[in-house]
């Protein structure tokens, strides 16, 4: 049975020199206190924590690269990191032999058993574990549009029914079948480091602060150090629902084309033209959100109460209301699909890309277009929409997946003439 304390209780706080892995699960707030802690590392570190590696927020990339596992889609353009980022991260773990080192990567929930031990094993110390979650119904819209950033073209609906059937369709995102194993994933980590040394933190809807004060006990810091002060792209806000059909149609041009691989993608359309639409914008209340139907939240409901009852055998700590995890959600008898999307949205997606392919990064810049000399404002086209087909078929998907092709060609034409034998 867990046990259950509360997040300011000093039995949480871990051991001097223990090694804190905070190993998710993806879609629990892990981004916004990654980048909190990223920006506090000379504090964190005057505390007594170290959050190692200066070159990103998180650990994702070098604990990957350890695993081999890609950070792309699948298959032959498939990027798994370079094995340096991870001889880097543990060298800097290694030299520290005095304070406690936090490391975060969400993505590690899913990892094989086998591969886990042997990381476990090469960073060595004593350790603890710290998984965080949240309602599974809430998690659906969340996760699909996730998914979306890294490629998948399916409809919100045609990818409810594959990951929510009894047997989920394997090519279908099959990561969220192992995130959404929640039960499976607490057993797992109690076997690699014990069920005394798992902290399992439920998120309440009502009450923000408890993964942040959770974390500062866990650490022995401050009340109120790991407060978010997020600003810009950082708030890491969720799309709207004409926002990712947006991308969804164009995911299913540009994923059609074999001359586009994950770095052209990753340049132009998610660190280009999602990003950037996303840190710009502020669709308002008007503008619909991704809800669910309410059958896929009946099933969740049901898939989760099955996981609450699997967490609740075993001993490991417990912080929050386990019975948060079928917490349900507002839904829809049927689906409406959204039928315009705004210019606003297609404006700063195209001109993401477009400024990409110039070379001056994802960020187009205030007023940078000229007519005879002066500097020319962006039209104010903020309440004004195209219709979501004539976008698709004439205009900006055809736009902007012609762009990234191009760039693609261009990439591997460099490519062949630089790998051409000499005369």
Known sequence: MTIQLPADDLRLTVDPQCRLFHVGVPKTGTTALQRTAAGQRDRLLELGVLYPDRRTTNHRKATFAFTDRPVSWSGPSAVVPDKLRWTRLLA?????AENRVWLSNENLSEEPEDRLRELLDAVGGSQHVVLTMRSL??????AWQ????SGVFSTFEYWLERVLSDVPDPPITPSFKARSDLGGIVEKWARLVGEDQVT???????????VPRTFETLLGLPTGLL???????????SMTFAEAELIRSINEVVRDRDEV???????FIRDGAIDQMLKTRDPGAAEAPIVPPTWAVDRAVALAEIQIDRIAATNVRLVGDLSHLAARVPSVERMQPP???PVDAAREALLAVLSTGLGRGPDFGPLKA??????????????????LQQLRTRTLVKALAARVVRAGRRRLTRGRQRDAPQA
């Open 92 to 96: 800097e773990i290694k030299a520290d």
């Open 137 to 142: 119904p809430a998690q659906l819209a969340s």
């Open 146 to 149: 996730q998914y979306l950033k």
């Open 200 to 210: 399992v933190v439920v998120l309440d809807p009502a009450n923000r602060a408890l």
């Open 227 to 237: 407060d978010a002060q997020l600003e810009g792209s950082d708030l890491n806000r």
């Open 261 to 267: 691989d994950w770095g052209d993608y990753q340049r």
């Open 339 to 341: 039928e315009v999307v």
């Open 370 to 387: 000229t007519r005879g000399g002066r500097a020319v404002a962006r039209a104010k086209t903020s309440n004004a929409h195209l219709h």
